[in-house]
């Protein structure tokens, strides 16, 4: 898919936001909604998405709301830095298929990186969903935690 087009209401990011499909959802507020990635780059690799925008990518967001999501990616990664302490965190943004983009509905990723690990090497394709489910469960309960 290229850069322009119309957005599709049935992929799969949008299904999670209607609750039609599941995750594992670390954080939630009015506006983002943050998950684990099911085909994990690393431990802890996140995804950050705005719930109620019908944008593709980068170019078609509107600025208000791309505020919104990079506020909210900074807040996420803050708590993943700070409970799976990784040696670095890679925030990457994919546009159109050719620029790497799988899933069209805008969505940040958050990708904590290992001094002793490459990227995709911590599973191979589909995480195992119990380990996900335990992870999920431990960074939610860090925003579920009084400040
Ligand atoms: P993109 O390549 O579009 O920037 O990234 C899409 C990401 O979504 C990929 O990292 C892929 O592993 C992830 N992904 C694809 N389908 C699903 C799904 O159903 N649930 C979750 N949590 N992640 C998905």
Known sequence: MSLYGDYDPQNIFAQIIRG??????IYEDDDVLAFLDLFPQSFGHTLVIP????A????EIEPDTLCTLALAVQKVARVVVDEL??????????NGA??????????????????DQGLGNHAQGKADPAELERLAVRLR???????
């Open 56 to 59: 593709r990518n980068l170019l």
């Open 20 to 25: 039609d499909a599941p995750c594992f959802r």
């Open 85 to 94: 302490k990784p040696d670095g965190v890679q925030l990457m943004q994919f």
């Open 141 to 147: 309960q860090r925003f579920d935690a009084p400040a």
């Open 51 to 54: 719930k109620r925008a019908t």
């Open 98 to 115: 050719p620029g790497g983009q799988t899933v069209f509905h805008i969505h940040m990723h958050i990708v904590p990186r290992y001094a």
